[in-house]
């Protein structure tokens, strides 16, 4: 091995859409990988989480020590953190979150004595006409410039890649509307960028004297319309030509609206790439190709692609798992802070002619495609009264079919812990007033048969949320039997005894 891939490499952001993907790119190259996020247990589980060469720190960019601290013993950095994230209680302001953070790096990077740092921003003409995220990209990168750190700065449009939330808007849009009434950016000119093409460009320009104290700008092959890029969509989706209405009334708030009811992407997501839209990202210079030769991927096929992954649980990261996971500390039930409050909860067992590992497969397939085993309608109409009052929505989506691990996204649930065969709990991400949590536990009872428990608590937020909570307990009462029936139909196992009552958590105070 090298005695340069012996030194760590430091990925900010390694938990993200991007970073995810670039971390096991990293480990494969045979380089030593410091992946830093702000929640490490969202990389515990990751494929690569066993590899000698990768190494979890948990880091908050906001956080000048814990960011010294990451940066100390490494060579080179990766930057792609960014502050516009799904996090339903971020404030809008990610500007002077992005400006802080970066200065915070540059501090950090001098002081580790870094080499290099390589940074993913975004393209766009720095004018008055500039959406606030593309600005925000921009100032980042002139930040990160002012170190005495080479710093390579690659500039790209939109990513093409099954999980990346420019993506999802594009395949939501076309594959929900056959007529689309749009605004007037459908006609801007765009130059998008495979995540493959993305990937080589980053890792190329690590230790590449060509690219120290350089910005590219980068995109694929193709210069085209957002309209034309949806009919390119439908063609290799297998649907029907799109009918594009361009309208002048939507305005890009108008249009972060229209693109959070009718797709998973929140608002906080929608907003400022919806503003971004109506500027033409479009490469200025090509001099990257020449630097870091690759074949770039075309968007038909970098759709294509996205398609083939798309639902097959290979994609390993995804926009809506990104950002960062707050466990509520109500749910530990260790914190006085909460000891005299009031947390609600219901609670049904069912005792099964069948093991706790026959049983969990179906646990740990809830929600998606599978749906929640009972009532799906009324689900579907929860995510949809959701999505009217600003909430993310019953998004029918998980990352895999299959697998569940920590910070996964379930419909509009959060998974905030699981542990194979015996427990998984969700914290609900709709709009309430309070907080919920959705819990399965599962027990042996002998060497054949099993327990399996079904808890909701909740945590009200003043008088509505009692209200709340007490206006709906005789619905969530038959609600959750039917579940844990519906669970044990789809497991095959004969119930032995239950829906019954299940006793209450000792360790909080419940009511």
């Known amino acids: 091995m090298d005695q340069a891939q012996t030194q760590k490499l430091l990925v900010l952001g390694a938990s993200g859409y991007v970073g995810g993907r670039l971390v096991p790119l990293l480990l494969e190259k045979g380089f030593q990988v410091r992946a830093a996020a702000r929640n490490t247990d969202k990389l515990s589980c990751r494929d690569y989480a066993s590899h000698p060469g990768f190494e979890p720190f948990r880091v908050d960019v906001m956080d000048q020590d814990s960011l010294d601290k990451a940066c100390q013993g490494c060579r080179a950095a990766f930057y792609l953190v960014h502050s516009m994230g799904p996090d339903k209680d971020k404030k809008s302001d990610f500007e002077s979150r992005d400006r802080q953070a970066a200065r915070n790096m540059v501090t950090a990077s001098e002081k580790a004595g870094l080499k290099q740092i390589i940074y993913l921003g975004g393209l766009g003409e720095d004018d008055e006409d500039l959406s606030h995220h593309l600005k925000s990209r921009l100032e980042v990168g002139r930040i990160l410039q002012e170190s005495s750190v080479p710093l390579t700065f690659l500039k790209a449009a939109m990513i093409l890649g099954s999980g990346s939330a420019s993506f999802e808007i594009m395949r939501y849009l076309v594959e929900r509307l056959p007529v689309m009434i749009t605004p007037t950016w459908v006609h801007t000119d765009c130059q998008?960028?495979?995540?493959?093409?993305?990937?080589?460009?980053?890792?190329?320009?690590?230790d590449n004297p060509d690219a120290m104290g350089k910005s590219?700008?980068?995109?694929?092959?193709?210069?085209?319309?957002?309209?034309?890029?949806?009919?390119?969509?439908?063609?290799?989706?297998?649907?029907?030509?799109?009918?594009?209405?361009?309208?002048?009334?939507?305005?890009?708030?108008?249009?972060?609206?229209?693109?959070?009811?009718?797709?998973?992407?929140?608002?906080?997501?929608?907003?400022?790439?919806?503003?971004?839209?109506?500027?033409?990202?479009?490469?200025?210079?090509?001099?990257?190709?020449?630097?870091?030769?690759?074949?770039?991927?075309?968007?038909?096929?970098?759709?294509?692609?996205?398609?083939?992954?798309?639902?097959?649980?290979?994609?390993?990261?995804?926009?809506?798992?990104?950002?960062?996971?707050?466990?509520?500390?109500?749910?530990?039930?260790?914190?006085?802070?909460?000891a005299g409050g009031s947390i609600y909860e219901i609670a049904y067992q069912v005792h099964l002619g069948t093991p706790p590992e026959k049983v969990w497969p179906v646990i740990e397939g809830i929600g998606g495609e599978n749906g929640w085993y009972y009532a799906n309608a009324l689900w579907r109409l929860r995510g949809l009264a959701d999505k009217i009052m600003g909430g993310s929505g019953y998004r029918k989506g998980r990352r895999s079919r299959e697998e569940l691990r920590f910070g996964d996204t379930v419909d509009f649930w959060k998974v905030i812990q699981v542990q194979k065969n015996e427990h998984l709990k969700l914290l609900a991400e709709m709009k309430m007033p309070g907080e919920a949590t959705l819990e399965f536990e599962l027990q042996p009872e002998g060497t054949s048969q099993s327990i399996l428990v079904q808890r909701t608590r909740f945590y009200p937020r003043g008088l509505p949320g009692i209200a709340y909570w007490k206006s709906l307990v005789p619905f969530h009462n038959q609600l959750f039997k039917g579940m844990l029936r519906g669970i044990s139909r789809k497991t095959g196992a004969r119930i032995i005894k239950g829906p019954i009552r299940a006793g209450k958590k000792d360790s909080c105070r419940i009511q």
Do not use: M
Request: with cysteine; charged share 20%.
């Open 216 to 338: 590219f700008d980068i995109g694929g092959p193709d210069i085209l319309s957002y309209a034309k890029l949806f009919q390119i969509y439908a063609r290799e989706a297998g649907l029907a030509p799109r009918l594009i209405v361009p309208v002048p009334v939507l305005s890009p708030t108008l249009s972060s609206y229209w693109i959070h009811l009718v797709t998973p992407v929140p608002a906080s997501i929608a907003a400022p790439l919806a503003q971004g839209l109506k500027n033409t990202v479009v490469c200025r210079e090509n001099t990257i190709r020449e630097v870091i030769p690759q074949e770039l991927v075309s968007c038909r096929e970098a759709i294509k692609r996205a398609l083939e992954h798309s639902g097959r649980d290979r994609d390993s990261t995804c926009w809506r798992d990104a950002g960062e996971v707050s466990v509520p500390e109500w749910t530990t039930c260790s914190d006085s802070r909460y």
């Open 192 to 206: 998008p960028i495979a995540i493959t093409n993305v990937l080589g460009y980053l890792a190329g320009s690590l």
